[in-house]
């Protein structure tokens, strides 16, 4: 995204001030210090090449939100037991603009996600191919094997302990590790824990007959840990690798394998987020850390695998991807040999619509383009309240649940707080939220920046999408699944140029196109509308939150939308499909890359079971949401809470 600066305030690692009073926003003025400018985040957003512009936005791989909470059902459900952890206070796919197919054939129902291993994605690099793990073994490397052999030194079992000790930091506190009379092999001992871990010290020692190296907590610093290693002349800085998750996202399992390895997180770069709830392949660099390393980690993490090694001269770089390639099973598929036939014909040949799904909008009750309408009207009371408020009808972690509640009734920010564990005040935003609070007093603008940026620019992100659904929803209705004149079209980037300017269409150019030609804007002040009906309809609805499009550079920087393009219209390539039947839910339905490393067989075809599946694969581009691909042959609501419905039926 464009104005990506460096984070010159942030609460990361700042404790809330003990001297903090409470605060109330009823008595807080609008008429507050802008200090928005100045704060801006370190993490950037995924940049796609199906968003044009300089508000590129969105996880590249867009799948499903979890099912445990959702959005809101149809009149209908009113008469059916609903399960408790069905969140009927959440929005539908209508409440966020997403009305229209593309298709008339008659749809079906299916379960997204029934399982998380029903969905897999691997990434697609910029140079097309479909990224997958084939190989945990480290490359052929002497140089590598010389700097990751300490790996090797030390058993599992004196790991473990040095892990312990490091991890207590009691500097009373000793390990001996028994060596012989070697003494290369002493030597080796000493390097390597100096190597693996730079914060305890060692000495060799004599108890009575034997030799041991005597290993205590001593000063050491995170900083350093990259100068103890020597890194062989001659090896390209970075180690790229394949990252194979499950149940995990990107970000959780990047700050695993910091920990593991006791680095920063920023020593390692990768293309694209994945979602959490299903199994991911992508790529990843790290900085100057041997592939053996990574190895011994495979033994260590259940959800986790790491293979295909080699070193490279550049990191990667968000965006520098050409999209995911998805492997999904719908379960409990009620479709008719002719029904699956037409619905999957149809996304093969006419694509569907390039809606943003439904997890661009949060799956609780407070939508986030409800927050990210208020950032944009600078009522930052609002948008607090919002953030802070009480989920009625989801579940959350017992510790938030109780902040929420705590703040809602008191807006004590300190105490609620104080009710919070630690581990949650940097991981959640509720947590960057309060101690914002409680730092910037009544700098409301202040405390909403502790917020990490690309965190804050999801919610006004969140916003532009309801409006551009809405907006391509009408203009679907109004003039069909053809081109017209003053539709907008992308032209051909010039020498230089850092995006693609779009043009309205004239008559001329109407027999040169097609509806997969055709992007709508994202409303911003750097962008251009189409030359017809749609104009206005941005226009009246964005006046309807009092927002005026010929006026939307904000005040505070960070929410000065630029604006970008979306193709209204996707196809998928690689588009194929079949149908399985099984009677057992718990019986997986596909091979994973690690199901073909250790050794498993495919499950069988069966003829007929209790059971009907429909396993569909098909490639997108970087931004495209697979679940409206799959609601254009379904037919059927792609929202959470629907699909916990469907899941208990």
Known sequence: ????????????????????????????????????????????????????????????????????????????????????????????????????????????????????????????????????????????????????????????????????????????????????????????????????????????????????????????????????????????????????????????????????????????????????????????????????RFCDLNKQTRNVVIGNFRYTEQPLKLGLLSGNHFTIVLRNCTGRPEQIEAGMSSLRDNGFINYFGMQRFGTTSVPSHHVGRALLHSKWEEAIELILKPREGEHQEGAVSACRDYWWKTRDAKGALERMPKRNMSKDIEGHLLQGLVKNGKDLVGALSSIPRNTRMLYVHSYQSYIWNSVVSRRLQEYGFQPVVGDLVLQDRKDGDQRAEAKALTEGDLENCTIHDVVFPLFGYDVIYPQHKAEEWYREMLSVDQLDMDNIRHKVKDYSLSGAYRKIVMKPTNCKWSVMYYDDVKIPLMLTDKDILDGKEAPLAASEGKMKALKVEFTLPPSTYATMALREVLKTDTSSGHQALLNTQ
Not at 53 to 67: F, L, P, R, Y
Not at 79 to 88: D, E, I, M, W, Y
Not at 157 to 182: C, F, M, P, Y
Not at 200 to 227: C, F, P, W
């Open 1 to 292: 995204m464009a104005d990506m600066e460096q984070e010159k305030r942030s609460l990361d690692s700042e404790p809330p001030e003990k001297s903090a009073k409470k605060i109330k926003l009823s008595e807080v003025s609008e008429d507050i210090p802008d200090k928005g400018e100045e704060q801006t985040a370190t993490r950037e957003t995924p940049e796609t090449d199906e968003l044009v512009g300089d508000d590129k936005q969105g996880n590249d791989a867009s799948c499903e939100a979890d099912t445990e909470e959702g959005s809101a059902v149809g009149t209908s459900v009113s008469a059916q037991k609903v399960p408790s952890r069905v969140n009927l206070l959440a929005q539908r796919e209508t409440d966020v603009g997403i009305t229209e197919y593309i298709s008339k054939h008659e749809g079906f129902s299916g379960i997204i996600k029934q399982r998380y291993s029903d969905f897999l994605v691997r990434e697609v690099d910029v140079q097309g191919k479909t990224v997958q793990l084939t190989d945990t073994s480290p490359p052929v490397d002497s140089g590598a094997q010389a700097a990751g052999s300490v790996d090797n030194v030390l058993s599992q079992e004196d790991k473990q302990k040095l892990e312990n000790l490091l991890e207590s930091k009691d500097k009373s506190a000793t390990v001996d590790i028994e060596v012989g009379e070697d003494k290369e092999q002493r030597t080796r001992v000493h390097h390597a824990i100096k190597e693996l871990f730079s914060e305890l010290q060692s000495e060799t020692l004599e108890v009575g007959d034997t030799k041991v190296i005597r290993v205590r907590y001593g000063k050491g610093s995170q900083a350093r840990v990259q100068k103890r290693f020597k890194w062989p002349k001659g090896r390209p800085d970075y180690c790229q690798f394949v990252l194979y998750k499950e149940n995990l996202d990107t970000m959780d399992a990047i700050n695993l394998l910091a920990m593991k390895l006791r680095v920063r997180p920023g020593f390692f770069a990768y293309a694209g987020t994945k979602d959490k709830r299903a199994i991911t392949v992508q790529e990843v660099t790290a900085y100057r850390i041997a592939a053996e």
